[in-house]
């Protein structure tokens, strides 16, 4: 059974900083690319950040330059560092995993965590 479990959120005034953790279990985790997503009250599910296989990222460009996504797959799991977060940062953030780099790109991962809740002040 694969489980996906996030960790790490909380409330944090904004210009403070916050650091995910996703811990994979019953899947080959170095086999599958990991992104995180989030979903802010009334809105849509967006992609935040997305690795594939070997580590390599891309980022929403709400996000560039202040988060850091990054896997460590003898520990099957995921990070992602928050820097310089804003109120509009906002939401539960979600980890997902799916073989395919481009179905998560779009959103369309295979397994999905719980969520964790992040609420940043003003």
């Known amino acids: 059974q694969v489980q996906l479990v996030e960790s790490g959120g909380g409330s944090v005034q904004a210009g403070g900083s916050l650091r995910l953790s996703c811990a994979a279990s019953?899947?080959?985790?170095?086999?599958?690319?990991m992104g995180w997503f989030r979903q802010a009250p009334g809105k849509e599910r967006e992609v935040v950040a997305v690795t594939d296989r070997e580590g390599s990222a891309t980022y929403a460009g709400s996000v560039k330059g202040r988060f850091t996504i990054s896997r460590d797959n003898p520990k099957n799991t995921l990070y992602l560092q928050m820097n310089s977060l804003k109120p509009e940062d906002t939401a539960i953030y979600y980890c997902?995993?799916?073989?395919?780099?481009?179905?998560?790109?779009?959103?369309?991962?295979?397994?999905w965590g719980q969520g964790t809740q992040v609420t940043v002040s003003s």
């Open positions: 997902a995993a799916d073989l395919n780099l481009g179905r998560l790109n779009l959103g369309r991962g295979l397994y």
């Open positions: 019953g899947l080959t985790y170095s086999n599958y690319a």
